[in-house]
């Protein structure tokens, strides 16, 4: 990947509270190389590459967020070609700029926004820092889930703010940009206990069933899964040691 349209989902960043803890898992995990870049004093901004490209990055949470309790977890960056348009457009269809719009150095333009139903993601107006080199590979970020207690609302925010249009059925909506369909929506289930609106990004691997293990066996959990989806693959759905979730996905059907 060397460029991104609007509304795709193009940049994933895990805030972590051991920066160096979650770089071992993952790399053991996903086989990802870690590139550490100072960005202050004692903090690094650590870029993941997979076969030399970049999929992603990670860094440690600052006193700030660690006093205002923030959980680990992975954020989901969607391009833009105007942050502080799009900024407006979702405050306009009800959602919240969490983080007004800035300047990343000289890389890109960003915020953050939380949407109608509470579930957070970033925008990103690309300068020299595009996004993710890969998408889509065995070892990449392939899906993205809208897990939700109003799916009829979240549906009516992403489709106007993004021009994305939604397949599926009455138990799962699927994202479409086109031909394209890149993610899902699904409503919370209340046996999921106290789990606040999110994005869920999935990874893609060659053995569902082997990464779970390594999972478990690294130290994370896996709560749902492994387990097929009819006629497309197998996925499961896990978090690290210090409990930011993702899921991963099998392809079974090409």
């Not at 893609?204 to 896996?222: F, H, N, P, Q, Y």
């Amino acid at each position: 990947m060397t460029s991104y349209a609007p509304g795709n989902f193009c940049w994933f960043e895990l805030v972590t509270k051991d920066q160096n803890a979650a770089k071992a898992f993952y790399s053991a995990v996903f086989g990802w190389e870690a590139q550490d870049s100072p960005m202050g004093p004692d903090a690094f901004y650590t870029m993941l590459l997979k076969d030399g490209k970049n999929i992603g990055a990670l860094y440690g949470m600052d006193n700030a967020q660690l006093e205002r309790g923030v959980p680990p977890h992975w954020n989901v960056y969607i391009s833009t070609d105007n942050a502080d348009e799009i900024t407006k457009k979702a405050e306009s269809l009800g959602g919240t700029a969490v983080m007004a719009p800035f300047d990343v150095m000289d890389v890109g333009r960003m915020s953050m926004i939380k949407d109608p139903t509470g579930a957070i993601f970033a925008v990103w107006e690309a300068s020299k820092h595009t996004g993710a080199q890969l998408i889509g590979e065995t070892g990449s970020f392939c899906w993205w889930e809208l897990n939700t207690n109003d799916t009829q609302k979240g549906k009516a925010f992403y489709t106007a703010l993004f021009g994305w249009d939604t397949g599926g059925d009455a138990n799962y909506t699927e994202w479409k940009s086109g031909k394209n369909t890149f993610g899902g929506m699904m409503d919370i289930k209340p046996e999921w206990g106290p789990v606040p609106p999110h994005w869920l990004s999935y990874i893609l691997v060659d053995d569902c069933d082997a990464t779970a293990s390594k999972i478990k066996e690294l130290g994370g959990s896996v709560f749902v899964g492994p387990q097929d989806i009819e006629n497309m693959g197998r996925f499961a759905i896990a978090d690290d040691p210090q409990h930011a979730g993702f899921a991963i996905y099998q392809r079974t059907v090409k």
